[in-house]
């Protein structure tokens, strides 16, 4: 596997002052050497300004955040990072690869969840290069490759949890936010370590039933909410029964048998869990006749 290096750089702006004074000098030095005739000084101004234009060539600019991959003949010879105008060896071929932070956002994928139920899942994932020889070396494309093992990524990470829990300890996609994105994370990081690229963050940015049941669902969602509510409810109701029928007996308004117990916690019950208003009902007689 290659690592990067760092390879020193020399400042541009020295090598183009010695490149103008050496063509400068040579065009004099070719200009008196036509002048006297002289064969081997005119080759050896040519070959010096030859080799001033050549050296001229191996300067470049590089931005802040930014490598360049530097290559001679097939051999990797380092990465430049000192931002500015450098120079390096002219023979050099040298790719440029960002280092900024970049953002890749997954298409909405069709998968089935843990309980095999179609589900619609997109990501986003903050990623960026951190070694510029694995990234250009190790793998084809860097950038299809995020692409491609963020997406089997997040099929992989939708297999493995259900949609909605119906239990307190059991994670889920849609109920354990926090806990599926750093396991997001730590998956797209395993596969794209070894193409130099280190992920900052990732986490879902689209969750929903597929089309074909997202109806049926809903209606189980309503269903289950409901039935949520009911025992709040309840247990709200059975509370306050409980609080009535003390603060009656410690306050001795009335004495009440289980009969008229019962009959007045059937009464309390009805009123506190009814969905709608109750409509009152005057009874003049007692409550045995």
Same mark, same amino acid.
């Given at each position: 596997?290659?690592?990067?290096?760092?390879?020193?750089?020399?400042?541009?702006?020295?090598?183009?002052?010695?490149?103008?004074?050496?063509?400068?000098?040579?065009?004099? #030095?070719? +200009?008196? %050497?036509?002048?006297?005739?002289?064969?081997?000084? @005119?080759? !050896?101004?040519?070959?010096? $300004?030859?080799? =001033?234009v050549i050296g001229a060539r191996g300067v470049f600019v590089l931005d802040p955040n930014e490598g360049k991959v530097l290559q001679l003949f097939g051999a990797y010879r380092g990465t430049a990072r000192?931002? #500015?105008? +450098?120079? %390096?060896?002219?023979?050099?071929?040298?790719?440029? @690869?960002? !280092?900024?932070?970049?953002? $890749?956002?997954? =298409?909405?994928?069709?998968v089935n969840d843990t309980d095999g139920n179609p589900i619609e899942i997109a990501a986003v994932v903050v990623w960026k290069v951190v070694d510029t020889a694995e990234a250009v070396f190790e793998v084809d494309d860097f950038e299809?490759?995020?692409?491609?093992?963020?997406?089997?990524?997040?099929?992989?990470?939708?297999?493995?949890?259900?949609?909605?829990?119906?239990?307190d300890d059991v994670l889920s996609l849609r109920g354990s936010t926090a806990e599926v994105a750093k396991d997001l994370k730590h998956e797209v990081q395993d596969r794209l370590s070894k193409a130099g690229v280190e992920v900052i963050e990732a986490r879902l940015s689209h969750l929903a039933y597929a089309s074909e049941i997202a109806a049926a669902m809903l209606r189980r969602q309503q269903a289950g909410a409901i039935i949520a509510a009911r025992q709040k409810i309840v247990e709200g109701?059975?509370?306050?029964?409980?609080?009535?029928?003390?603060?009656?007996?410690?306050?001795?308004?009335v004495k009440?048998?289980?009969?008229?117990?019962?009959?007045?916690?059937?009464?309390?019950?009805?009123?506190?869990?009814?969905?709608?208003?109750?409509?009152?009902?005057v009874n003049t007689g007692t409550l045995y006749q």
């Open positions: 596997m290659i690592r990067e290096r760092v390879r020193p750089t020399v400042t541009g702006f020295l090598v183009l002052g010695i490149v103008f004074v050496l063509i400068v000098t040579a065009g004099v #030095g070719f +200009r008196r %050497a036509v002048m006297a005739q002289d064969p081997l000084s @005119v080759f !050896l101004w040519v070959l010096l $300004f030859v080799a =001033a000192t931002p #500015g105008l +450098r120079w %390096a060896n002219p023979f050099y071929t040298k790719k440029r @690869v960002s !280092l900024r932070i970049r953002n $890749f956002e997954s =298409a909405r994928l069709k299809n490759y995020v692409k491609v093992q963020s997406e089997a990524a997040v099929r992989n990470l939708a297999t493995r949890y259900p949609y909605d829990a119906h239990l109701a059975v509370g306050m029964v409980d609080m009535a029928l003390e603060l009656l007996a410690k306050s001795q308004l009440l048998d289980e009969e008229r117990k019962a009959a007045m916690v059937s009464n309390m019950l009805v009123v506190l869990c009814a969905d709608r208003e109750v409509q009152p009902v």
